[in-house]
């Protein structure tokens, strides 16, 4: 099994910034995408980033040109820089980890963004 943890989360202002952090454990081998999903109330869980064992990255259009999705390997560890934070980007955020056929997810850590 992969163990997930989450940190780097918390109340920011508008404008700010945070890093989030996913560290996986447990059986690490042939994991092929590293990603971030954030969900706010009322709205269906949706795409923020993601990136392939190959360095390949998607960004969703509403963070694209903000956010910077990294991962180090040696720490299979993936990372999430949030830039220029705006109040909409207030939501629970959910690392996920896709080895094989199996998806993973951590417990998701909020995100607030104050006006």
């Known amino acids: 099994q992969v163990q997930l943890v989450e940190s780097g989360g918390g109340l920011v202002q508008a404008g700010g910034s945070l890093r989030l952090s996913c560290a996986a454990s447990?059986?690490?081998?042939?994991?092929?995408?590293m990603g971030w999903y954030r969900q706010a109330p009322g709205k269906q869980r949706e795409l923020v980033a993601e990136i392939t064992s190959g360095g390949n990255i998607a960004y969703s259009d509403s963070v694209k040109g903000r956010f910077t999705i990294s991962r180090d390997n040696a720490k299979n560890t993936v990372y999430l820089q949030m830039n220029s934070l705006e109040p909409e980007d207030t939501a629970v955020y959910y690392c996920?980890?896709?080895?094989?056929?199996?998806?993973?997810w951590g417990q998701g850590i909020q995100v607030t963004v104050s006006s």
């Open positions: 447990g059986s690490i081998f042939s994991i092929n995408v």
């Open positions: 996920n980890v896709e080895q094989l056929f199996r998806s993973f």
